[in-house]
């Protein structure tokens, strides 16, 4: 059970656009379209933004989305707000029958 | 609108038990599967825990098998979380979270406000 691979840092301006990537195995994201994403701003419990790797639930802006290629999974943030700065988590699920989380990203809103 | 409250952190010391407990509230409980998640303080999410909908099915992480056990009370719409042989190790914010669909289980949805345990000498 290896945590997913994401970049520990990302930065960008208002109004600029970004992706994080998600890097896992055949095993888990390669192997299932269970790939999810959650932001987790200071103190605050995660959220869920985008399940089922192209997925939003109901109530999430759509300039979230999802994408997957091979063992990696993207998410894309378009047209960065302030409020987007947070921390940004993928999760897969595997073949176990377990869940696996990416080790995180932080998202700088310069 | 769905609620999840959890329970029953504290301090305590290491090799001893502790269990968590999460209320839920607001949507149909025996139709979710539910899970624990964690983090330690300043680090990354944990996985933990999943266990089915009626409570027939359990998974673990590597790190917690043989030592934390997840169980449901579709009665009381309550999640527990047995954690014995604590270690040091365990100290981290825990989260109950629902699953996003009925069917199967697909990611973490709702998320109650965590629990603090910390496991210490």
């Known amino acids: 059970q290896s945590a997913l691979t994401q970049p520990a840092s990302v930065s960008a301006s208002p109004g600029q656009s970004i992706t994080i990537s998600c890097t896992g195995t055949?095993?888990?994201?390669?192997?299932?379209?269970?790939v999810s994403w959650y932001q987790q701003h200071p103190g605050k419990a995660p959220k869920l933004i985008i399940y089922?790797?192209?997925q939003w639930p109901s109530g999430v802006y759509n300039r979230f989305s999802g994408s997957k290629s091979g063992n990696t999974a993207s998410l894309t943030i378009s047209g960065l707000q302030a409020e987007d700065e947070a921390d940004y988590y993928c999760?897969?699920?595997?073949?176990?029958?377990?869940?696996?989380f990416g080790g995180g990203t932080k998202l700088t809103v310069l | 609108q769905v609620q999840l409250v959890e329970s029953g952190g504290g301090v305590v010391q290491p090799e001893r038990s502790l269990r968590l407990s999460c209320a839920a509230s607001?949507?149909?409980?025996?139709?979710?599967?539910m899970h624990w998640v964690r983090q330690a303080p300043g680090k990354g999410l944990e996985w933990v825990a999943l266990?089915?909908?009626?409570?027939?099915?359990?998974y673990y992480a590597d790190s917690v098998k043989g030592r934390f056990t997840i169980s449901r009370d579709n009665f009381k719409n309550t999640l527990y979380l047995q954690m014995n042989s604590l270690r040091t190790g365990d100290t981290a914010v825990y989260y109950c979270?629902?699953?996003?669909?009925?069917?199967?289980?697909?990611?973490?949805?709702?998320w109650g406000q965590g629990t603090l345990v910390t496991v210490s000498s």
């Open positions: 979270a629902r699953d996003v669909l009925t069917a199967g289980t697909r990611g973490f949805q709702h």
């Open positions: 607001g949507f149909t409980f025996r139709s979710y599967a």
């Open positions: 266990i089915s909908f009626d409570g027939s099915n359990e």
């Open positions: 055949s095993s888990d994201v390669g192997g299932y379209n269970y």
């Open positions: 089922d790797v192209v």
């Open positions: 999760a897969s699920y595997t073949s176990s029958g377990t869940w696996v």
